[in-house]
């Protein structure tokens, strides 16, 4: 189960937030945010050693995107094809309202059931992909303020980890972005990213730890400039491996 929390601010210098956690198996192997993909130079994402894909990424057009197994859906299925070739499709577009258009004609039973965020700095879309032959990617714009997925639906508190801690996003503070962000301006959010406290089960942890060998094995704080107030912006990726220090990727 992972997290994606999105401030989603219209018309500002830095309408878009995200900050979130990569919940896996810790024996998965996986590569840091790069360009790996020959065919997909335009794309800075980590990758999955397993499948291919990825989790998460950004476009040289400023579009981001997340995929998120949905409740019971926790790893591969030999008969279906890997959710990480999802947000490489996402990334394959100029902005997210042609990327959401595109990936609803996604068949979703060819796939585990997925959420998936898309966003750029004028929009941002939730899709939700589940299994079954008469499934259909639907999608939802996201409104303004700021909005919390897990494995369940968008901002549903009935998922332990939402109900402990969107309100403790929603009122802590916002980063501070200025012209020159700088690393400093997420120590609120960074701070809730690693928050390891069970309220009840261990899902309702930002940050987990389980015997299993499963948990969070990254963390991720991304903003998306305004590109008409400042179209020379790129968007910033701070990244780290759960528990360790942050390091800004090359975009």
């Known amino acids: ?45 980590g990758r999955d050693e397993w499948a291919g894909g990825t989790w998460m ?43 959401a258009q595109a990936l609803q004609n996604l068949d979703p039973s060819a796939y585990r059931s997925f959420n998936l965020i898309i966003a750029d700095f004028e929009q941002a879309f939730w899709l939700k992909g589940d299994e079954g032959e008469c499934a259909a990617v639907l999608a939802q714009k996201l409104e303004p303020g700021i909005s919390m997925i ?33 690393f400093e301006d997420w120590f609120t959010w960074s701070t809730l990213l690693s928050d390891k406290k ?11 730890e389980t015997e299993s060998g499963f948990g969070t094995v990254s963390h991720s704080l991304v903003s998306l400039p305004n590109l008409i107030n400042a179209p020379e912006r790129k968007p910033i990726w701070h990244f780290a491996e759960a528990n360790q220090e942050y390091s800004q990727v090359q975009l």
């Open 1 to 45: 189960m992972c997290t994606v929390v999105v401030a989603y601010r219209p018309g500002h210098d830095w309408p878009i937030l995200v900050a979130a956690n990569r919940d896996e198996m810790k024996d998965r192997p996986w590569l840091p945010p790069a360009r790996h993909w020959a065919d997909r130079k335009q794309v800075v994402a």
């Open 57 to 99: 990424g950004i476009n040289d057009d400023g579009v981001f995107a997340a995929i998120l197994n949905r409740r019971g859906s926790l790893g591969p299925d030999a008969e279906k094809r890997s959710r990480g070739e999802i947000v490489l499709e996402a990334l394959d577009h100029e902005t997210a309202e042609a990327s």
């Open 150 to 182: 897990t494995h369940a639906d968008l901002n549903d508190r009935q998922s332990a980890r939402i109900g402990h801690h969107l309100d403790r996003f929603q009122f802590a503070p916002l980063p501070d972005l200025g012209t020159e962000p700088v």
């Open 198 to 208: 069970r309220y009840s089960d261990f899902t309702s942890a930002m940050n987990i």
